[in-house]
């Protein structure tokens, strides 16, 4: 079965701290993977696709198919980066991981 | 583009009653999805549409949810009879054909007393 799965539901970290968020996926076939981030009471949104190889508020994220994760990182984190993140693969249908709430403490 | 549109924000009524959320998708959008948002089991999908028409239904917890898409700008999630356990925040996203990034609503945030 599709899964994708984030291990931890509370990541605490203090301002400038660097941050990974973990997300492993098991999909048969190569899924496209994406990074929601939602803030407080709002929508979510996308942060990050893998196929862009992008950097977005200096999140990156690399797809690692031998330990099949897409865990996303920022070396650096700020206040304004507290949020709550989710992994999502998609192979016909959008799969969300539990999300994980990204706490950043001055 | 105005975005994803839901109505309404917020909604409290008591268990019992009948309950309808809308959504209105991107215009040219052909795929829209309905999720339910909760503390306990985080963000699931209920169901979704490509083209306007049910693909996979199997997040719908029970007969009491059903949901519609009458033509390509409009979609409807009912709940009848409510029960308490139904409040959560209920998300609608849409997006084009393909394996293109959901764009998502404001969301509903539903409480049943």
């Known amino acids: 079965a599709q899964r994708v799965t984030q291990p931890e539901k509370l990541l605490s970290v203090f301002k400038g701290a660097p941050v990974e968020l973990k997300c492993n996926y098991s999909?048969?076939?190569?899924?496209?993977l994406f990074w929601y981030v939602q803030y407080s009471r709002q929508r979510l949104q996308l942060l990050l696709r893998?196929?862009s190889r992008e950097s977005i508020k200096g999140f990156t994220a690399d797809l690692n198919k031998g330990e099949t994760s897409f865990h996303l990182k920022k070396p650096f984190a700020q206040e304004e980066d507290s949020a709550m993140y989710y992994c999502?693969?998609?192979?016909?249908?959008?799969?969300f991981g539990q999300g994980t709430t990204l706490q950043v403490k001055p | 583009d105005a975005g994803v549109i839901q109505s309404p924000r917020h909604e409290v009524t008591e268990m019992g009653q009948e309950v309808t959320l809308r959504c209105k998708p991107i215009?040219?959008?052909?795929?829209l999805f309905w999720y339910r948002q909760t503390m306990m089991r985080g963000l699931e999908l209920l169901i979704y549409?490509?083209?306007?028409?049910?693909?996979?239904d199997s997040g719908m917890p029970e007969d009491r949810f059903s949901a519609k898409m009458p033509n390509a700008s409009f979609s409807t999630l009912k709940i009848q009879p409510s029960e308490p356990r139904d409040s959560a925040v209920y998300f609608c996203?849409?997006?084009?054909?393909?394996?293109?990034?959901?764009?998502f609503g404001d969301g509903t945030r539903l409480s049943i007393l």
């Open positions: 996203a849409s997006r084009p054909t393909g394996n293109q990034p959901q764009h």
């Open positions: 999909y048969s076939g190569s899924p496209e």
């Open positions: 893998h196929i």
């Open positions: 999502a693969g998609e192979g016909g249908k959008l799969i």
């Open positions: 215009s040219g959008h052909n795929s």
């Open positions: 549409f490509n083209n306007n028409v049910p693909i996979d």
